[in-house]
């Protein structure tokens, strides 16, 4: 593949990143159970949480053996990615995850209320949902109470997650550093994978609120 990991990271990342490096077996990005977004599309943080959140047809029912991805909802958006980042620290899941995303608002600059975690175990994972239920420790002045789900089945996994979001506008040199996806080895970020073709530049609004969006 044309994309190398940091040293430090060759170990961890070699196997995964073999199930990823063939671009021609990226599978298209599907941001939903059997469906599809245009990337740069316009959509609120509500729709966002609708669309790509867990649901129980494909997301808490049935047995949760071997999943890892979980999406957290209601954290507050005046948290930044650094800030949300440092409290998973703080928390004791330091090196626990390796995948973390933080979708942002193009137009306001603040997140949209959920993220994307993926632990490196499935124990990791259940303890994670466990600790953050309900969770009300943000460090700031709120009432919101934290849901952790699990993500949809298409996205479980690091792997899942790569391919995912690996050709996503999100990832266009346009996107700061902190608004992206980003990948961890024992807490410390490391290099994506480089894209596999040219990447769309994200419109302006995407991601913004509509009126009455959660806050």
Known sequence: PSWAPPPAADAWLGSTYALVADAAALAPLQWACGSSMTPGSSTSGDALQATLGASPACGDSGDSRGRTTVMMRNIPKVLTQAQVLQLLDAEGFRGAFDFFYLPTDFVTGANVGFAFVNLTTAAAAKQFRAHFHRFSKWGVRTAKLCNVSWARDEQ?????????????????????????????????????????????????????HREGAQK
Do not use: D
Not at 176 to 200: A, Q
């Open 156 to 208: 479980q996994g690091l792997a899942a997650n790569v391919r995912r979001y690996r050709n996503s506008s999100v990832m266009h040199s346009s996107v700061p550093e902190e608004h992206r996806p980003i990948l961890l080895v024992g807490g410390v970020p490391v290099r994506f994978p480089r894209p596999s073709k040219r990447l769309w530049t994200p419109h302006t609004n995407c991601g913004a």
